[in-house]
């Protein structure tokens, strides 16, 4: 059992409301009908444990998590030779939570990145039909 409590009937979305994708992926969660915890980075501190089982969860390293190329990214980090360990990927979400590379959002035991509004149009789509439910694809 993980420290991020899970519901099949929750969407946890853990989000930059000071982004554009950040904004719009929220106002897409918000029109379904599952109960929302929105998580915006910018303005509540997510610890080290849950960055870790985030990145679990997705399938993916903590780097894979954080975007290199954000300007605030580069200004602290710089572009090139980068050498980071766990630990210290960690303290740049920790420092730089803007430098997170998408949404993402968790549904049941399903975590998954967020590249665009209308990949989460398409799962809750997907979720009411009974289709491929997308989050089971790592991506």
């Not at 894979?64 to 990214?73: A, M, Q, R, W, Y």
């Amino acid at each position: 059992m993980g420290i991020i409590a899970t519901d099949k009937n929750q969407i946890k979305l853990y989000y930059n409301s000071k982004n554009s994708l950040g904004k719009q992926t929220l106002s897409y969660v918000t029109s379904s009908e599952k109960k929302i915890l929105g998580i915006d980075i910018s303005k509540t501190k997510v610890p080290s444990s849950q960055w870790a089982e985030i990145a679990a969860g997705i399938g993916v390293t903590i780097s894979d998590l954080i975007d290199t190329e954000h300007p605030d990214f580069i200004k602290t980090y710089g572009d090139k030779n980068i050498d980071l360990n766990e630990n210290d990927w960690l303290k740049v979400l920790e420092q730089h939570p803007e430098s997170l590379k998408f949404p993402i959002v968790i549904l049941g035991d399903e975590f998954r990145f967020i590249k665009s509004p209308s990949e989460f149009s398409k799962f809750m789509e997907d979720d009411s039909t009974g289709q491929e439910n997308p989050f089971n694809k790592n991506s």
